[in-house]
């Protein structure tokens, strides 16, 4: 008895953890898509949803290019440096700068091959992207720049996160908003689509400068671009990112492909009202999901080999994202008519029947993304890489297959979908390969939870006027009330609540 009493005080305790860590990284990562979201309201309305629709197939085609030739290194070099770091006696000793060096030096290579490759392939993108029309070439051959400036970025960070500066990684996010915020809104204002291109480079600039402006204060900025040394040391690290370059390859074309389905199918004003849609949704998810990488995914990596310990891991996550999210998702979902009205104006109010079925997707994902860091934990990129295409495929399909049937409805729907399907795919691979199994617990919250989630959807999709506004407060305060007892249940969070306000009376 009094072990069991142990394991379930080390349990409640990991609630705590969770929840701690989740409330630092989501703070961080809320309060900075605070500013970008002001931004992006800002930029909305000076360019409306044509130009946003460019701005995303823009920035789609950089993104694709980057993951394309950065050859994962963005990740694998985190892995590297930490290693080194683990080691050594001090953040900045000679095997950790060695290893900065042979990340640096990497970098600055691969991003003069994205820069080149983006700049090559610019009337094919040209026609890739606008149905044809080759009059945006020397526009995209203009953005080159940026496909280099986002790789060196990423090199830079990754020294960052590798050497654990963690708060220098905070800082980065909430300037970078800022700044981007102070510096493209100017050219939209003044030149309008015209001021696209500059503003999108001036952005890569900032933000690479803003990079090197942290970490170059912890490691002086050395590269050996051509020592045999350097360049052999760094096979390891490519070797390694190079599935992830795959994943990342697959999640930049999946995403492209839909905004050039959409664009060809319609107009940019659709591509702008899908990617403004899934920004404000990634932006909620941001606030739950934001210490995964962070916090999640070291402790799961230190007990990758003790498959009991890891499953109980899974699984606690697993439930605490459930409990967060539900709340936030109907909570979101009845207030989202609001939204383009205050932030982006009436052209962009059909994103609204798009986000309404695609965020129920945040519900499955929070049961999925816990245990797809299993094959991340234990080293096994073929495994993981194996999720990704299956999980880009399918999605890539719903979401084109949703939009031609059923407009942005369907689009929604298509993600909504895919968010299913992740969720089963990733368990099914879980089980077979890691033993891996949903607790009980997960189960009771799915089968509470997901009843309140279907009657928002009615709800939201069927009513209007007095009656929308009831049902949908009703069934926010019951998925609230649901969760907070969770949360009294299994952590501090309540008791510390009341204890301040005692205090404060």
Not at 192 to 198: A, F, H, K, S, V
Not at 313 to 318: A, H, I, P, R, S
Not at 406 to 411: A, D, K, P, R, T
Not at 461 to 472: A, D, E, K, P, Q
Request: hydrophobic share 50%; aromatic share 12%.
């Amino acid at each position: 008895m009094r072990q069991e009493q142990n394991n379930d005080t080390t349990k409640d305790s990991s609630y705590d953890g969770i929840l701690k860590y989740t409330g630092i990284f989501g703070g961080v990562q809320g309060l900075a898509s605070l500013i970008t979201l002001l931004k992006v309201g800002i930029v909305s309305k000076l360019l409306g949803p044509i130009g946003v629709g460019m701005v995303d197939v823009y920035n789609r085609s950089i993104e694709l290019v980057k993951k394309t030739t950065d050859l994962g290194i963005s990740y694998s070099a985190v892995q590297s440096i930490s290693e080194q770091r683990h080691t050594a006696t001090l953040p900045s000793s000679d095997a950790v700068t060695y290893a900065v060096k042979v990340v640096r030096s990497w970098s600055l290579w691969l991003a003069v091959v994205g820069t080149m490759l983006f700049f090559i392939l610019s009337p094919l993108l040209s026609r890739w992207s606008f149905d044809g029309d080759e009059h945006y070439v020397n526009m995209f051959r203009l953005l080159s720049m940026a496909v280099g400036c986002s790789s060196l970025m990423g090199g830079e960070l990754a020294v960052l996160k590798g050497a654990r500066m963690l708060n220098r990684v905070a800082w980065f996010q909430l300037l970078s908003a800022v700044v981007m915020l102070v510096a493209v809104v100017p050219y939209y204002y003044f030149w309008g689509l015209e001021g696209i291109i500059p503003g999108l480079l001036l952005t890569a600039i900032t933000l690479l400068a803003l990079a090197c402006f942290h970490s170059f204060q912890v490691f002086p900025y050395r590269v050996a671009l051509f020592s045999k040394r350097i360049i052999s040391d760094g096979v390891y690290i490519i070797r390694q990112g190079f599935n992830y370059t795959l994943a990342g390859f697959l999640n930049s074309g999946a995403y492209y492909l839909v905004s050039i389905y959409v664009l060809n199918q319609a107009d940019a004003a659709d591509v702008g009202c899908y990617s403004y849609g899934t920004l404000l949704i990634s932006y909620l998810s941001m606030l739950v999901f934001a210490a995964l990488d962070s916090d999640f995914f070291p402790r799961l990596s230190a007990i990758n080999k003790q498959t009991s310990r890891s499953n109980v891991l899974v699984n606690t996550q697993v439930e605490m994202l459930m409990v967060l999210i539900t709340p936030l998702i109907i909570c979101f979902a009845v207030c989202l008519p609001l939204a383009p009205r205050l932030l982006f104006g009436e052209s962009f109010m059909p994103l609204v029947d798009m986000s309404q079925w695609a965020v129920v997707g945040l519900f499955f994902k929070a049961m999925m993304l816990p245990p797809a860091y299993l094959s991340l934990s234990k080293g096994e990129s073929l495994t993981f890489l194996l999720q990704e295409v299956l999980s880009y495929s399918f999605m890539a399909t719903a979401m084109i297959l949703g939009f031609r049937y059923g407009g942005m409805s369907g689009l929604g729907i298509g993600i909504l979908l895919s968010g299913m399907f992740d969720c089963l795919s990733v368990w099914a691979i879980s089980l077979l390969r890691y033993s891996f199994r949903y607790s009980l617990r997960v189960v009771r919250l799915f089968i509470t939870q997901l009843p309140l989630l279907v009657a928002m959807l009615i709800t939201v999709r069927l009513c209007s006027g007095i009656n929308y506004i009831l049902l949908g407060t009703l069934i926010t305060l019951l998925s609230t009330a649901y969760s907070l007892r969770f949360l009294q249940r299994h952590t501090n969070l309540v008791h510390r609540i009341t204890s301040k306000l005692k205090l404060t009376h």
